[in-house]
């Protein structure tokens, strides 16, 4: 049975950081990537990384301040967020992906993790 369980989210001012982790079990994946829902919006790709080759992919708005990375022994993928704003206020869900796709769009990822709320303050 596949668990993606995510933690770390919390609320923090404009320009503060905070790191989102996501341990996987069950077992392993193409790749894992971060995606975002804003209320009233749909929701939106952040950031992935290939599993086997750790190559990154971030959305727009994500580049620059957010990195995501792995830790392949604990199974886990991280995502550290800086320069917080408040626009970035989302609940956050990890995603997994079993087979190569296209990264960028969250239809693609196969299971998903509870999500974890990220508020923003101004």
């Known amino acids: 049975q596949v668990q993606l369980v995510e933690s770390g989210g919390g609320l923090v001012q404009a320009g503060g950081s905070l790191r989102l982790s996501c341990a996987a079990s069950?077992?392993?994946?193409?790749?894992m990537g971060w995606q975002r829902q804003a209320p009233g919006k749909e929701r939106e790709f952040v950031a992935a990384?290939?599993?086997?080759?750790?190559?990154?992919y971030y959305a727009d708005s994500a580049k620059g301040r957010f990195t995501i990375s792995r830790d392949s022994a604990k199974n886990t993928v991280y995502l550290q967020m800086n320069s917080l704003k408040p626009e970035d206020t989302a609940v956050y869900y990890c995603?997994?992906?079993?087979?190569?796709?296209?990264?960028?769009?969250?239809?693609?990822?196969?299971?998903w993790g509870q999500g974890t709320q990220v508020t923003v303050s101004s």
């Open positions: 995603a997994a992906a079993r087979l190569p796709s296209i990264l960028t769009m969250p239809s693609k990822y196969d299971y």
């Open positions: 990384i290939n599993w086997s080759l750790g190559s990154t």
């Open positions: 069950g077992r392993t994946f193409y790749a």
